[in-house]
């Protein structure tokens, strides 16, 4: 099983910033894509940033240019950084990641943090 664990989600004035930490855990499990995810009340769930295993990163268009997603390798764990915060992007934030142990794969989801952007 691999564990994830997220920090750093809490209430800010719109314009302000966040930065959300997640950190991945698991025996034996290789990691690959990172990611976060979020869902609003009554919206679809959604992945707005993914690191790729290549080093390469995605943005979902409504975060592009204000939101950056890193990640140290060493540790397992990964970053969002959301600068120029809008109400719209109050939700809960969710870690994803691809894991697989000896062909075995599967993409583990940590519990939630709640950001709120108050207008």
Known sequence: QVHLVESGGGLVQAGGSLRLSCAASGDGFSIGVMAWSRQAPGKSRETVARFNSDGSTN?????????????????????????????????????????????????????????????
């Open 59 to 119: 943005y979902a268009d409504s975060v592009k240019g204000r939101f950056s997603i890193s990640r140290d390798n060493a540790k397992n764990t990964v970053y969002l950084q959301m600068n120029s915060l809008k109400p719209e992007d109050t939700a809960v934030y969710y870690c994803w990641c691809s894991a697989t142990k000896l062909g075995y794969s599967y993409t583990p989801w940590g519990q939630g943090t709640q950001v709120t952007v108050s207008s």
